[in-house]
Nanobody
Framework: QVHLVESGGGSVQAGGSLRLSCRAS????????MGWYRQAPGKQREMVAT???????EYGEFVKGRFGLSRDNAKKTLYLQLNSLEPEDTASYFC??????WGQGTQVTVSA
């Protein structure tokens, strides 16, 4: 069974940065799509960024160049760099692996 463990959330002021990490418990780390979703209170979960096995990355429209998704295969870890954060980015961020494996979530809070 695959386990995903997130870390790196926290509270920052608008314009600040955070780096989220997602460590996978499997050796075949790169063989499936992985990424991050987020969910704010009262809103639907939305895709933030997805990395396909080829290494291609897709971002949600709201990202607008502010976030970066990367991975370290040796560490079996997926990273999400969050820059130029806005209060609207406040949400729980969930690591995801295809087809339906989710981490427990990490909270990101951005104050004005």
């Amino acid at each position: 069974q695959v386990h995903l463990v997130e870390s790196g959330g926290g509270s920052v002021q608008a314009g600040g940065s955070l780096r989220l990490s997602c460590r996978a418990s499997v050796s075949w780390f790169t063989l499936q799509s992985m990424g991050w979703y987020r969910q704010a209170p009262g809103k639907q979960r939305e895709m933030v960024a997805t990395m396909y096995p080829s290494g291609t990355v897709e971002y949600g429209e709201f990202v607008k160049g502010r976030f970066g998704l990367s991975r370290d295969n040796a560490k079996k870890t997926l990273y999400l760099q969050l820059n130029s954060l806005e209060p609207e980015d406040t949400a729980s961020y969930f690591c995801w692996r295809y087809p339906d494996v989710w981490g427990q979530g990490t909270q990101v809070t951005v104050s004005a």
